[in-house]
């Protein structure tokens, strides 16, 4: 059986006496979109940060491709295919949209800092970055600042400064956060072109991109896994549905 691209095992993060993570286990199949969900104070900012190396847990693993990195910095899981997009925006707004994922790219090889001017230079590099804005919707956008870019761009900015990295595994903490209804419906369907290319692991609030996009659900209530199954599990399950999602759900 192929080992999973990601395994948590038994993540707990305590603040004090507060469990924020409470012993929880989950997997991302090479190929799966793997949503997590639920309420606010629900322990999924922390989760995240423990799966991107920001956040030490205080007991538990996270493996990446089988291999336990639970002690490593975020710049090594990176070097393994963890690409991370936030919840915030972090594009530098001073900068092109192609120079900010000019930067990503570099990042990405590993090169020691340099001046954008001899970087643009480098053939393979520029032409990485260009395909990374083509696939999100941004080709003729590469000389705009962007700061200058509207909120949903600055979004697929974002995805495309992961994809530059070609992660194995795209950690996206929120990406439909300040975007409005056209702009997220946009972004799931560009997300939705990548199943298959490369696993995800999706922590969000809008329940119509969750049930879009998702193979599987992990429902966090409290700290603790309530539930992990399909979107018609999920759909289906009175507890989750109380807690949660609402009689409104979709």
Partial sequence: MTAPILRLDDLCKHYGALPVTDHVSLEVGRH????????????????????AGSIVPDHGRVLID?????????????????????????????????DNALLAAIAT????????????????????????????GLAD????????????????????????????????????AGTGREETERLTELLAS?????????????????????????VLIGGAVAICGTPAEIRADPTVRSAYLGEGAP
């Fill in 32 to 51: 799966e979109i793997h949503a997590v969900i639920g309420p606010n104070g629900a322990g999924k900012s922390t989760l995240v940060g423990e799966i």
């Fill in 66 to 98: 089988g291999e336990d990195v639970t002690g490593e910095s975020v710049a090594a899981r990176a070097r393994r295919g963890l690409a991370r997009v936030f919840q915030t925006s972090r594009v530098i707004k001073d900068f092109s949209t192609l």
């Fill in 141 to 176: 956008r590469g000389d705009v600042l962007a700061g200058r870019l509207a909120h949903g761009e600055k979004r697929a900015l974002e995805l495309a400064m992961g994809l530059v990295q070609a992660p194995r595994l795209l950690l996206l903490d929120e990406p439909m």
């Fill in 194 to 218: 990548l199943a298959g290319e490369v696993a995800m692991l999706i922590v969000e609030h809008d329940m119509a991109t969750v049930f879009r996009l998702a193979d599987r659900i992990t």
């Fill in 109 to 136: 090889d590993g090169t020691a800092f340099r001046f954008l001017t001899p970087v643009a230079g480098e053939t393979a590099t520029r032409e990485r970055a260009r395909a990374a804005l083509d696939r999100v």
